[in-house]
């Protein structure tokens, strides 16, 4: 349950605005002076605060002020007579998350208590993220709390101190690399070298130079003797990307390494012995690259010792929010000095991460993220900051009948009623009566919901408008 400060000096206001919020199922502190409130702060974990302007001793501004310097995140209503607009909008920009007129109307005021607590949530939540992120939920720079992913992180806690050759599987962008260099960096060869090679960003004859090097005159150019990727890989770890692109020949050259440990280079004929572990990883089936002959069976039978599949991110959305922070972290360091540190993300933001397929995996989702820290000028992430293609993408899932797991009640119902909204204005050409007919609601009660959410309508001239 969610808790709400309530600071007036007049009793009445507390009493009220007390029993209303009870109503909707929040508990309530009250406090009739600005010191009071502060002694609460600190004494009590409050989620909102609720403050008069005018009060005696110590006013809003002052309480705002003071509020802002020991708990920052927390968010602050300030409630104005008439006459003090001017001192209202101070608030604003001092830190307030809005500011409401005396007297008001109670479903108003529970629509910016349900907003600022919506947002003061998700930091509450990305902050406990955080310091999830950096105990039990990471391992080296793999993250995630899904079940498939902390059974991965023990099961490369057990590979890591053998020597056996290890076959990972998964889509593009998923982080085969991360989980060899996770291996690696947590075996007994963890002081040697770890070499990675693509095997697809090569042609057959420069990748076999590539891996097991060259006498000088092999070849036209061979102006010297070439260590490869073996030799400089010895007693470290050999990491084998892309490896279902290897060539025949050069499949048959890598089992010879397998099984026998020596290898020689090209142009060469003395056996040269080396000490590797083998990591190789795919993006295709192998089983099915077998049954159409173009990967040999011995070779996969031999890279296969330990087999390790990575999710794709679709499958694992419980991770979204910890990756999300942990981009949010890396990239923070590249924000300009004198625009506000990003926090976190808007909540429709996250729910379109959660609606989203994300062919392109973690990968992409670290892109967006790059790109979003540098367009983005405040402290979370919006959606006019994300690329357009990707928020196209995101309303082409079917969110409609979608539980977005990790994602209250209220927000699920929330962002449930602004996409059908949405879909109601855009089939009625935004003509907002056409669209409360559609819907079965008054019109008054669409444009309150246009306000509430923040919907772009379209004027007649094409161009976005929002209502004000």
């Avoid at 927000?411 to 409360?436: C, D, F, M, P, T």
Wanted: net charge negative; aromatic share 6%; hydrophobic share 40%.
């Amino acid at each position: 349950m969610e808790t709400i400060l309530i600071v007036d000096d007049e009793k009445n206001y507390t009493l009220i605005l007390s029993a209303v919020l009870q109503e909707e199922g929040y508990e309530t502190l009250t406090a009739n002076s600005g010191q009071k409130a502060l002694d609460l702060l600190n004494a009590a974990d409050i989620d909102l605060v609720i403050t008069d302007m005018k009060m005696p001793e110590m006013d809003g501004i002052e309480l705002l002020e003071s509020l802002k310097k020991g708990h920052p995140d927390i968010p602050i209503i300030v409630m104005t007579a008439f006459g003090t607009i001017e001192k209202a909008v101070e608030a604003m920009q001092k830190g307030a998350f809005t500011y409401i007129q005396k007297p008001f109307d109670n479903d108003r005021l529970i629509v910016f208590v349900k907003k600022a607590l919506e947002g003061y949530r998700v930091i509450k939540e990305n902050r406990q993220l955080r310091e999830a992120v950096q105990s039990r939920f990471q391992f080296g720079n793999l993250i995630g709390k899904s079940k498939s992913m902390l059974e991965l992180f023990a099961l490369i806690e057990k590979v890591a101190f053998s020597s056996a050759t290890v076959l990972i599987e998964g889509e593009s962008g998923t982080g085969k690399e991360l989980v060899a260099k996770s291996i690696h960096f947590n075996s007994p060869r963890r002081n040697k070298p770890f070499i990675a090679v693509n095997c697809s960003a090569l042609s057959e004859s420069l990748l076999e130079s590539e891996l097991f090097g060259h006498e000088k005159g092999a070849f036209t150019g061979a102006i010297a003797t070439k260590k490869g990727r073996f030799e400089l890989a010895d007693s470290g770890t050999l990491f084998l990307d892309e490896i279902g692109e290897l060539s025949p020949n050069l499949q048959v050259k890598l089992l010879r390494v397998l099984q026998e440990r020596v290898f020689e280079r090209v142009g060469g004929s003395a056996p040269i012995p080396v000490d590797i572990r083998i990591i190789a990883a795919t993006n295709k089936n192998l089983k099915e690259e077998m049954a159409k002959d173009r990967f040999r069976e011995d070779l996969f039978f031999r890279l296969n010792v330990i087999h390790l599949t990575l999710p794709p991110l679709r499958e694992r959305p419980e991770d979204i929010r910890l990756l999300t922070q942990h981009f949010i972290s890396k990239f923070s360091i590249e924000r300009r000095p004198d625009i506000p540190r990003v926090e976190t993300i808007d909540p429709e933001v996250e729910r379109a991460f959660l609606r989203y397929s994300w062919p392109g995996n973690v990968r992409e989702l670290e892109n967006i993220i790059e790109r979003a820290m540098i367009l983005c000028p405040g402290e979370h992430i919006r959606m006019e900051d994300l690329p357009a293609d990707f928020s196209a993408g995101s309303m082409r899932a079917n969110p409609d009948e979608t539980w977005l797991e990790g994602v209250s009640l209220y927000e699920n119902l929330a962002g449930h009623e602004k996409r059908l909204i949405e879909k109601a204005l855009q089939k009625a050409g935004y003509v907002q009566s056409k669209a409360a007919e559609l819907l079965g609601i008054g019109k008054s009660n669409l444009n309150q919901k246009i306000k509430r959410y923040n919907i772009r309508l379209i004027d007649s001239a094409g161009s976005n408008k929002s209502l004000s």
